[in-house]
């Protein structure tokens, strides 16, 4: 079935339009509902997506990982399809409903793999689940730590972007009245101001992820992920380091950090640089990004005698 001429796709018709047989689920775990895509065959590798998109962030490489692998690409606590409860935004706990998907899913442990907010949940779920966790990838964005307080407001010239948005969604109540029926401008802002070419994300994908947002319960939740930073942070202190292996894809502001900062929080670490994406990496070298991921999570091929 394909959607209608201008009108937003469902997730059952997203999921259909990609090759490899995906389908689109809900699952109620952890005392939440939370909406997932899956396919493939093999070990299970969990996708996480951020702000301010949905699963389908990762639609351009799904199908090559579902040759090698069970994909499960879900949206987070008070993302896309999920239930938007009125707490429970701590990276912690939403890694907990991750935990319990896979859980519920049938999967003792998984490989995981997050973007932006969603890499902030795969480390959390390394850290707290390691009898879970077989590899994590992280793209772009690592857990919050002490660091974010030292954030500069305006960022120096060829820096990298003011990330206004991580202060912004902190206040209370005024973003859902400034952003409410205007959530297709801000994003339209943000790819604007991280995509040299706009054409990697095109009004259809953007369509999809202001539907899933603009609501006055879309934007509290979004907004809720950031006002749990104060936790994060104070939660971080008290894990102890990863222990699976963990993967960083950069970009050419956040790569030294990774380099720097993942060895302090893994045992075991690896850094790969993406080689024109700003953030976006899923949707901007979705080649480049499946040869990374394929590279660290599918096993050594096996010598033959």
């Known amino acids: 079935?394909?959607?209608?001429?201008?009108?937003?796709?469902?997730?059952?018709?997203?999921?259909?339009?990609?090759?490899?047989?995906?389908?689109?689920?809900h699952a109620d775990v952890n005392g939440t509902r939370l909406h997932y895509v899956t396919g493939g065959r093999g070990d299970a590798?969990?996708?996480?997506?951020?702000?301010p998109q949905t699963w389908w962030a990762w639609h351009?490489?799904?199908?090559?990982?579902?040759?090698?692998?069970?994909?499960?690409?879900?949206?987070?606590?008070?993302?896309?399809?999920s239930a938007?409860?009125?707490?429970?935004?701590?990276?912690?706990?939403?890694?907990?409903?991750?935990?319990?998907l896979i859980r519920h899913l049938g999967h003792h442990d998984v490989h995981i793999a997050g973007h932006d907010m969603g890499a902030m949940v795969a480390f959390a779920f390394a850290?707290?689940?390691?009898?879970?966790?077989?590899?994590?990838?992280?793209?772009?964005?690592?857990?919050?730590?002490?660091?974010?307080?030292?954030?500069?407001?305006?960022?120096?010239?060829?820096?990298?972007?003011?990330?206004?948005?991580?202060?912004?969604?902190?206040?209370?109540?005024?973003?859902?009245?400034?952003?409410?029926?205007?959530?297709?401008q801000v994003i339209d802002w943000l790819f604007t101001h991280a995509l040299d070419d706009q054409s990697l994300i095109g009004d259809r994908d953007r369509a999809v992820y202001a539907?899933?947002?603009?609501?006055?319960d879309g934007i509290r939740a979004a907004c809720a992920w950031y006002q749990a930073y104060h936790q994060d942070i104070a939660d971080l202190k008290t894990y102890p380091?990863?222990?699976?292996?963990?993967?960083?894809?950069?970009s050419r502001f956040s790569h030294d950090h990774f380099r720097?900062?993942?060895?302090?929080?893994?045992?075991?670490?690896?850094?790969?640089?993406?080689?024109?994406?700003v953030h976006y990496f899923p949707e901007e070298e979705p080649e480049l990004i499946t040869h990374y991921l394929l590279d660290f999570f599918r096993p050594p091929p096996t010598a033959d005698h």
């Open 211 to 216: 539907a899933a947002y603009d609501s006055p």
């Open 127 to 184: 850290a707290n689940h390691p009898e879970a966790t077989r590899k994590v990838a992280l793209l772009d964005t690592a857990h919050p730590d002490d660091s974010y307080y030292d954030l500069r407001l305006i960022a120096r010239p060829g820096t990298g972007i003011t990330r206004w948005w991580w202060a912004f969604n902190q206040v209370p109540h005024l973003p859902q009245v400034l952003y409410a029926g205007r959530m297709r």
């Open 260 to 277: 720097t900062t993942l060895p302090t929080l893994a045992d075991d670490v690896s850094v790969e640089r993406v080689k024109q994406s």
């Open 241 to 250: 380091k990863v222990t699976a292996p963990l993967l960083g894809i950069g």
């Open 1 to 25: 079935m394909t959607a209608q001429a201008g009108r937003t796709p469902t997730d059952e018709e997203l999921a259909r339009e990609l090759p490899g047989d995906f389908t689109s689920h």
């Open 84 to 100: 938007r409860p009125a707490d429970g935004y701590d990276k912690k706990t939403m890694a907990a409903d991750i935990h319990a």
């Open 45 to 51: 590798l969990v996708l996480l997506p951020g702000y």
């Open 60 to 81: 351009k490489v799904l199908p090559d990982l579902a040759r090698h692998f069970t994909v499960i690409a879900a949206d987070l606590r008070g993302m896309g399809g």
